[in-house]
């Protein structure tokens, strides 16, 4: 017998099957060592067949299997062919999203422990051996045990009744927990009439796809929930999708009372064994739900009964590095694999899913009322020229600052947004103009208090701070701009009695990452939660009653068409974590430019508003989801090598533009937005569509152009234009 294999080596050259003799052992979807030119390698059967055109003399034989239970399923197989050929990626590479990294790279294993048992039936034991005889005591009256312990209580009897026989010992898997000992409570809620309608409607719809566009605390999850037990109840699985943030400790817990082992919570707080462990769990089928972020899409759970997407608006579904998939497409292959529901949720969706639901392709629920009919928050939209005008420089509006005190006087919780981490976002010389860069980005570098020195927020980079300018020698160094670490020290001199917290990519780093300071702020440890977007995101705190936007504008000026989306689903999204709890709540949104369209419709609620004014503007404008939007990145090092790819990537895109020019609304070629990133040169040849017709051109056109320490790919729709 032979096997088709792909070796585990992501390089388009070796991007092929290659045939080797094997066992009745091996079968498809299994990890297997081979032969591979000098050495072995690690590799993925694909199929089993009988003959092969290689010549007998030529066939090397497999060396040895990796495991026993394939860790690829048929569906991961399917998927994956799907992906590879939709995406032009080594099929290597897109088997790797099937699997956890630990697997791959070998550093975790499964953890065993060994038990020891009595023998049934008669027993010979040793004559005069008092251990012994204790030993089989205790094993009779407590069953099997580890043998680590057996030893330590009664020494080499134990040994001595394994050689004889009396004892059996066998090997057993052992999963680790990492939840053992961290029970929730059981909250378990009735659902109330709308909710169950929700439910129903996604039951019986004939659409494989239901959007349920249900405002802040309309209580999407607990119908998701619902329709993850019923799958279970009819014997079948689930997959879960949240964004990462959302994988809150209160959120954990929640799932984990609710389902128990049954369900596999994947998120970044695992150490690598544990997430090797719930995947196994996955594959093994003794947990049925899979709980994670965007990758796992690609759980290894057979006869998926129900999908859920939580928060399908947000940028993190969509991947950035190859391959770049978007969730929401594998997440509907494998519905349709399964012939399952997919359910979408989200109180602002993304304008492309809105309209796909409004014009009948999925199916859409809509709950415009909090559970209880409590009132969404108030927003005051407070107009930041004036406070400027009437002598007002600090961040915080008169307003703001007198009903953040009153907030805290009650006892209650707020929370601060701003889009901007770090002290401020430039450092600027006053005398000559100079702005302090990354040596190896093209962007300016973003000051940090606590550290007192300057980062670049592309690559990491720490400088120490500037004495003088290094252009003019003058010391007049200024700060422009907030960041969350400003508003800290600002709040601390407003409010010195005030336990703050601050939420961002700088506090939320390591194993714990964002856990630590979310169960703090829900513990009530502070008072006031100062964050960037991370604090905008599903999180369900009762005692926050008040939520400052500090500067709603800045999302709405970036370069890209979805900016006055982004910002309208921001503002939305965090005002929507005031007043969830019996107190009411409210908001203020503090803006240079209170008359602009998006924030009125955000303060309003008023989703339908604003959708109606951007899908009119985006039909008018020719952009998506009325086009397609395309770019072609040429990265590399070398500058002149990178031009070199550009220009020939260029070249062949033009001959595609010249035969198709109907199909193009714009078509240039440029260097990127930002130049350089991590010493690399980034040029682009940007690209807009009337629909995705000549993608497959494209694809093979960037296929072709190959040169040393140059990347070209494609990036659809990107969500980032940088
Ligand atoms: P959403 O995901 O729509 O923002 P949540 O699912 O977080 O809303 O629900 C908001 C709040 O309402 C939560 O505190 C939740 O526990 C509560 N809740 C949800 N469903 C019910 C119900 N049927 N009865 C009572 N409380 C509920
Ligand atoms: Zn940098």
Known sequence: MYAEVIVDIAHSDVDKIFDYACGGDVVRGMRVVVPFGRGVTTGFVMRIKEETSVPPEKVKKIVRREEELPALTEESLFLAEKIASRYHVPMALTLRLFLPSEMRTGKVSERYRTVAFLKEGPLELPSRAKRAEELVEFLRE??????????????????????????????????????????????????????????????????????????????????????????????????????????????????????????????????????????????????????????????????????????????????????????????????????????????????????????????????????????????????????????????????????????????????????????????????????????????????????????????????????????????????????????VGELKKLFPAARVLRMDVDTTSGKEGHFRILSRFAAREADILVGTQMVAKGHDFPSVTLVGILDADMSLHFPDHRSGERTFQLVTQVAGRSGRASAPGEVVLQTYDPDNYILRFAAAYDYEGFYAHEIGMRAATNFPPFARIVRVMVTGEEESETVEALREVYTLLNEIYEAERDRFLFFNRMHAPVRRIQNKFRYQVLMRLTDGGILKEIYSACDKVKRKGVLVYVEEDPSNLS
């Open 142 to 487: 407590n069953g099997e045990q580890d043998t680590a312990f057996l030893r330590k209580q009664f020494g080499g009897a134990l040994d001595t009744l394994i050689k004889r026989g009396a004892v059996v010992t066998q090997k057993k898997r052992v999963f680790r927990d990492p939840y053992a000992g961290r029970e929730g409570e059981r909250a378990e809620h009735t659902l109330t009439n709308a909710q169950r309608a929700a439910v129903e409607a996604v039951k019986t719809t004939q659409k494989t796809v239901t959007l349920i566009h249900g405002v802040t605390g309309s209580g999407k999850t607990e119908i998701y929930l619902d329709l993850i037990s019923d799958a279970l109840a009819r014997g079948k699985t689930a997959i879960f999708l949240v964004p990462e943030i959302s994988l809150t400790p209160q959120m954990l817990l929640k799932l984990r009372s609710r389902f128990g082992s049954a369900a596999a919570i994947l998120h970044s707080g695992l150490s690598a064994g544990e997430r090797f462990d719930e995947w196994m769990r996955l594959r093994e089928g003794s947990a049925r739900i899979a709980i994670g972020a965007r990758s796992a899409v690609f759980a290894p759970v057979e006869s998926v009964g129900i999908i859920v997407i939580d928060e399908e608006h947000d940028g993190s579904y969509s991947s950035e590095s190859a391959p770049r998939y978007r969730t929401f497409d594998i997440a509907r292959l494998r519905a349709k694999y399964n012939g399952c529901k997919l359910v979408l949720g989200s109180a602002t969706p993304s304008v492309e899913t809105y309209r796909r639901a409004k014009e009948g392709e999925f199916s859409l629920v809509t709950l415009p009322d909090r559970i209880n009919a409590r009132p969404l928050p108030e927003v005051q939209i407070v107009d930041m020229r004036r406070e400027v005008r009437r002598g007002n420089a600090s961040p915080f509006s008169a307003l703001l600052r007198e009903r953040l005190g009153k907030c805290l006087e009650e006892g209650n919780q707020a929370i601060l947004f701003l889009n901007r981490r770090g002290y401020s976002q430039t450092v600027i010389c006053r005398d000559c103009g100079y702005v302090a860069k990354c040596e190896h980005c093209d962007v300016s570098l973003t000051y940090h208090s606590d550290e007192d020195c300057l980062k670049c927020h592309y690559c990491g980079t720490k400088y120490r701070m500037l004495p003088a300018c290094p252009e003019c020698g003058g010391r007049h160094i200024n700060y422009v701009g907030t960041g969350t670490q400003r508003i």
